[in-house]
Structures are given as C-alpha cells and as structure tokens.
C-alpha cells in the first residue's frame, strides 16, 4: 500500500473529494482531510520540545530569547 499526499487549495477540495468518491472500488482505501493550520501546529508542537531540549544549555544561552 502507498499513501499519496496533495497539496490543494480550498476552492479546489469539493472537486477532488468528489473525484474521490467516484473512484471505482477496492481503489483507494481510505482517504481524509487534514486541516493546513492543523498540521502546522501538530508540527510545531513536536519540534519545540526537541529545539528546548537542544537549546537548554549555558553554552546556547544566547540564544534563548529566539525561542520566545
């Protein structure tokens, strides 16, 4: 199994959701709609405790007001 991911813009998704859904069965498995805003926080919620962990030391201290 492969997963395809597509960029679309919001105008576009019915258009695409409907493709979708007349697709001949047994040909897509499941499908859903992420939100952008959604996955951008998602993201930046796992990397800010990677960049505390990294960034959380004297010799980076300089540094700490970027992260605010």
């Known amino acids: 199994m492969r ?3 597509l960029d679309i813009e919001d105008n576009k998704l019915e258009i695409v ?3 979708i859904r007349n697709l001949k069965d047994d040909i897509i498995q499941s499908y859903h ?3 952008k805003d959604q ?3 998602d ?3 796992l990397s800010n405790s ?3 962990q990294v960034w959380d030391n004297k010799e980076d201290s300089i540094y700490d ?3 605010k």
């Open 3 to 5: 997963t395809v991911v």
């Open 17 to 19: 959701l409907t493709i």
């Open 33 to 35: 709609v992420d939100s």
């Open 39 to 41: 996955v951008t926080a």
């Open 43 to 45: 993201f930046m919620k």
């Open 50 to 52: 990677s960049f505390e």
């Open 65 to 67: 007001k970027f992260l």
